[in-house]
């Protein structure tokens, strides 16, 4: 069974950094998808950011303009989201998802979650 834990998030300052992390668990093969979902308040749910783990590929959203940084812990099935630069916009619900399957994009479509975490709050604000 696949499950996520994720910690992070918390209040910034607009330009400041966050960083969150995510570590899963349940796979049986050696490919697997992690990556972060936001949700901002009054807007649906859009993917930030995923890495596949079976070729070290990274997927970011157009929208973030080079400020995400997406890395992984090499002893750990676990994941870094480094967010540099906040602003406003970036304000909400941060959502970590994982996922048994090879690439975690396909053009613009973001891969479709086994687990969910429970959502860490990102608030940028002075």
């Known amino acids: 069974q696949l499950q996520v834990v994720e910690s992070g998030g918390g209040l910034v300052q607009p330009g400041g950094s966050l960083i969150l992390s995510c570590e899963a668990s349940g796979f049986t093969r050696d490919y697997y998808v992690i990556g972060w979902f936001r949700q901002a308040p009054g807007k649906e749910r859009e993917g930030v950011s995923c890495?596949?783990?079976?070729?070290?590929?990274?997927h970011y959203a157009d929208s973030l303009k080079g400020r995400f940084t997406i890395s992984r812990d090499n002893a750990k099935n676990k994941v870094y989201l480094q967010m540099d630069s906040l602003d406003s916009e970036d304000t909400g619900v941060y959502y970590c998802?994982?996922?048994?399957?090879?690439?975690?994009?396909?053009?613009?479509?973001?891969?479709?979650?086994?687990?969910w975490g429970q959502g860490t709050q990102v608030t940028v604000s002075s």
């Open positions: 890495y596949s783990f079976g070729d070290g590929r990274t």
């Open positions: 998802a994982t996922q048994q399957m090879e690439l975690c994009r396909y053009g613009d479509t973001w891969f479709n979650a086994g687990a």
